[in-house]
Antibody
Framework: EVQLVQSGAEVKKPGESLKISCKGS????????IGWVRQMPGKGLEWMGI????????RYSPSFQGQVTISADKSISTAYLQWSSLKASDTAMYYC????????????WGQGTLVTVSS | SYVLTQPPSVSVAPGQTARITCGGN??????VHWYQQKPGQAPVLVVY???DRPSGIPERFSGSNSGNTATLTISRVEAGDEADYYC???????????FGGGTKLTVL
């Protein structure tokens, strides 16, 4: 069974750094793109960026370029999303999701990681 | 950048047919995908490539895409179909993945 399991909820203060993870299993992790999607409280889905773990090729949405860093460690089948200095406006649920080879939809999705940034 | 427009809400009685639209400039030339998100859960793919269903998704879910509008159709609506639904495309001109704003389906 293809699964993406994300790290647990985080509570951080403004200005702190954070790295959340997404571990893939049940498939060849290096052969599929992984995307990250933000969902702010009560709002819709926003595409943040994607990474190809095989060679770490990464693409960002213009809205998130320079705001976050996407990376992957193929040795442990894990993708990451990180912030160097969190803001209150980063409070959201973050999902990772796999893109089937050669296609542009997301399936399956991880269970989500809730990030709360508050002083 | 490419914009997808969905109605904020759609209401339907049980057993009836729900139609959720997704508007975009010449969207008929793109492949449209649809996701269902129930409260407190991650999104689930229900239709891909305009009209194909992943395994495990009931035949009641179908899709179409032409001109400037794509449509997700849910036949014989059940209470369990109450959720937010999002359309999504890949915009080749900007190499970006784009989501619609989402539609809340209420089963009366």
């Amino acid at each position: 069974e293809v699964q993406l399991v994300q790290s647990g909820a985080e509570v951080k203060k403004p200005g702190e750094s954070l790295k959340i993870s997404c571990k893939g299993s049940g498939y060849s992790f290096t052969s599929y793109w992984i995307g990250w999607v933000r969902q702010m409280p009560g709002k819709g889905l926003e595409w943040m960026g994607i990474i190809y773990p095989g060679d770490s090729d990464t693409r960002y949405s213009p809205s998130f370029q320079g705001q976050v860093t996407i990376s992957a460690d193929k040795s442990i089948s894990t993708a990451y999303l990180q912030w160097s200095s969190l803001k209150a406006s980063d409070t959201a649920m973050y999902y990772c999701a796999r893109l089937p080879l050669g296609y542009n939809w997301f399936d399956p999705w991880g269970q989500g990681t809730l990030v709360t940034v508050s002083s | 950048s490419y914009v997808l427009t969905q109605p904020p809400s759609v209401s339907v009685a049980p057993g009836q047919t729900a139609r959720i639209t997704c508007g975009g400039n010449n969207i008929g030339s793109k492949s449209v995908h649809w996701y269902q998100q129930k409260p407190g859960q991650a999104p689930v793919l229900v239709v891909y490539d305009d009209s194909d269903r992943p395994s495990g998704i009931p035949e009641r879910f179908s899709g179409s895409n032409s001109g400037n509008t794509a449509t997700l159709t849910i036949s014989r609506v059940e209470a369990g179909d109450e959720a937010d639904y999002y359309c999504q495309v890949w915009d080749s001109s900007s190499d970006s993945w784009v989501f619609g704003g989402g539609t809340k389906l209420t089963v009366l």
